[in-house]
């Protein structure tokens, strides 16, 4: 009996570990296939491949599309994570610690992005958007503050979820001891609630900025005409041409992602907060 439990658990292990192992491998899988077919000479994607080139990513600078596009979607990404969190911690100071009517209903609001379809949210703010035109003659869709507001919808969720998972790990009974020694609100804010949280804030910074950064659907509604985002110009070029391109633009929107997890981790670990 004692054999068969011990090779009951060995093989449940391996088998718990082959599983895993499948896992991950095919969730790479996508990320490897790119990051070789980017080094392709071929014009037209073929396998086996003709040879091997850095043609590619040495033609990325010459196409302004991309360029442009980066700086872009880099901007609108940096701002819209920005106002999330500037939205997103008091209203998760007040789900947290507040004890009020409604605030089930008020957190399910705010994580409601989630569970919408995005290309459904953009095309919600996009007629919003004109509605206020005919309204107030302000001018919001196919303008920059219009494309910020929309993906601030976006990261909002994000923060909400890792900012209220920090605050309930936090014990209340830190601030209250100093506020008991006499510190204000914004006293104890500054110098105990945000260093404690500290982890919690580079996660949803950095969860806000890859959804930012990344969104298709909401930018195709509400992209200024001229202008273009990184992911819709990857879109439009994929219109005309099947080439090494892409893969080469992927492999370093996945580099610019992958080293922004390595360094948030290095700082904070994200498994503690994630």
Aim: include cysteine; hydrophobic fraction near 60%; charge should be negative.
């Amino acid at each position: 009996m004692v054999r068969g439990a011990g090779f009951g658990e060995r093989f449940g292990r391996l088998a718990y570990g082959g599983a895993v192992s499948a896992g991950f491998g095919f969730l790479l899988l996508p990320i490897v296939l790119v990051l070789w077919l980017s080094f392709f000479s071929n014009e037209i994607l073929s396998l086996p491949p003709d040879g091997y080139s850095l043609r590619w990513y040495e033609g990325l600078a010459t196409k302004r599309e991309f360029t442009d596009g980066f700086i872009l979607s880099l901007e609108v990404a940096v701002m819209a994570t920005l106002v999330g969190l500037a939205v997103s911690l008091p209203a998760s100071l007040v789900l947290v610690r507040g004890r009020f009517a409604g605030r089930e209903a008020l957190l399910n609001f705010l994580m409601a992005p989630l569970i919408v379809p995005a290309i459904v949210i953009g095309a919600a703010l996009y007629l919003f958007f004109i509605q206020i035109e005919i309204a107030t003659d302000i001018p919001l869709s196919g303008s920059a503050p219009g494309l910020v507001a929309a993906h601030v919808l976006l990261t909002i969720p994000w923060c909400i979820r890792l900012l209220t998972a920090n605050l309930i790990g936090l014990d209340p009974a830190i601030e209250e001891a100093a506020a008991s020694l006499g510190a204000r609100g914004a006293i104890i804010l500054a110098r105990i609630t945000l260093p404690m949280i500290w982890p919690g804030l580079v996660a949803a910074a950095l969860f806000a900025f890859v959804v930012s950064f990344g969104n298709l659907e909401i930018s195709l509604f509400l992209v200024a005409p001229g202008e273009t985002t990184l992911p819709i110009a990857i879109l439009e070029y994929l219109e005309w041409k099947l080439d090494p391109t892409i893969a080469a633009v992927s492999t370093l929107q996945i580099l610019l992602i992958g080293a922004g997890l390595f360094a948030t981790d290095r700082m904070v670990g994200l498994a503690r907060v994630v």
